[in-house]
């Protein structure tokens, strides 16, 4: 069984730095990318930033020039960091990853972690 595992988050001061690191455990024939989203109570969840495994990256413009996420290179483990971090910031942040789970799958799937909260006071 697939499944991602989050780890960070919590209570960050304003200004501060916050790394989530999100592991993937199971084995699959494909990835083409793996990222984060976050998502406020009765909001939908948006995109924070996601990487391929070639190392091509988009990020929100709400982060951009705040955020460096990282993937190992043997595409299991993704990693985020969000700096100067800013009370908007707060949400609960999704890891997800785009899998192919065998060579002769269809497509791909999206896989989606429990979710770990972020709170940044104002």
């Known amino acids: 069984q697939v499944r991602l595992v989050e780890s960070g988050g919590g209570f960050v001061q304003p200004g501060g730095s916050l790394r989530l690191s999100c592991a993937r455990s199971?084995?699959?024939?494909?990835?083409?990318?793996m990222g984060w989203y976050r998502q406020v109570q009765g909001k939908e969840r948006d995109l924070v930033a996601t990487i391929t495994p070639r190392g091509d990256t988009i990020s929100a413009d709400s982060v951009t020039g705040r955020v460096t996420i990282s993937m190992d290179n043997a595409k299991t483990t993704v990693t985020l960091q969000l700096h100067h971090l800013k009370p908007e910031d707060t949400a609960v942040y999704y890891c997800m990853t785009e899998i192919q789970y065998y060579k002769f799958s269809p497509g791909y799937v999206a896989l989606w972690g429990q979710g770990t909260p972020v709170a940044v006071p104002s």
């Open positions: 199971g084995s699959v024939f494909s990835v083409k990318r």
